[in-house]
């Protein structure tokens, strides 16, 4: 069964960081790209970056660029979501999703509430 | 990053079919083709269909998609109560190398 485990979310506020983390079981990590979308409260979904299954290649959207960092760790299953110089814009429940061509599996999301 | 048109609310009755739509561009649905997700209140989105008419194992029949020219649409048929929820399209963009979102419709079922 495909399982994606967001962690790493919480409050922080206005020019912090903070680092998302996604656990992901159930298949084959290494043959898959990557995604993290996120989803403003009471907002429509918003495509944040994505990476390759071999991390050799990365997408940022605009409102990311310069700012976020997707990496993976393929020997621990592991997708990441580094985020600095964070605004009150960035809160959202960021999920990490399978990329199989499209969006086939999503994790529960974590929070991500940036605020003083 | 423009993001693809979606009505904002549809409205329709028990058992009857509903048609939502999402366009886009020759950059992104004319190209690529959509995918459909369903969200209910407080849970994650769940894919109900890709690359315009294929439909993920367990997804209802009653959910069928298809694609004209740049406009994706997703029709359910008999509607049922668990229908009730929002609904998103979404599709890569081969120009600004993003995957693009439509702003969602929510279903209501009456």
């Known amino acids: 069964e495909v399982q994606l485990v967001e962690s790493g979310g919480g409050l922080v506020q206005p020019g912090g960081s903070l680092r998302l983390s996604c656990s992901a079981s159930?298949?084959?990590?290494?043959?898959?790209?990557m995604h993290w979308v996120r989803q403003a409260p009471g907002k429509g979904l918003e495509f944040v970056s994505s990476?390759?299954?071999?991390?050799?290649?990365?997408h940022y959207a605009d409102s990311a660029k310069g700012r976020f960092t997707i990496s993976r760790d393929n020997s621990k299953n592991s997708l990441y979501l580094q985020m600095s110089s964070l605004r009150a814009e960035d809160t959202a429940v960021y999920y990490c999703?399978?990329?199989?061509?499209?969006?086939?599996?999503w994790g529960q999301g974590t929070l991500v509430t940036v605020s003083s | 990053q423009a993001g693809l048109t979606q009505p904002p609310s549809v409205s329709k009755g028990l058992r009857q079919t509903a048609t939502l739509t999402c366009t886009g561009n020759?950059?992104?649905?004319?190209?690529?083709?959509a995918a459909w997700l369903q969200q209910h209140q407080g849970h994650p989105p769940k894919l109900l269909s890709y690359?315009?008419?294929h439909r993920p194992s367990g997804i209802s029949e009653r959910f069928s998609a298809s694609r004209s020219g740049n406009t994706a649409s997703l029709t359910i048929a008999g509607l049922q109560p668990e229908d009730e929820a929002d609904y998103y399209c979404?599709?890569?963009?081969?120009?600004?190398?993003?995957?693009?979102f439509g702003g969602g419709t929510k279903l209501t079922v009456l």
């Open positions: 020759s950059n992104n649905v004319g190209n690529q083709g």
């Open positions: 979404s599709a890569w963009d081969s120009f600004l190398s993003v995957w693009v």
């Open positions: 690359r315009n008419d």
């Open positions: 990476i390759s299954g071999n991390g050799g290649s990365t």
């Open positions: 159930g298949f084959t990590f290494s043959s898959y790209a």
């Open positions: 999703v399978r990329d199989s061509g499209s969006h086939d599996y």
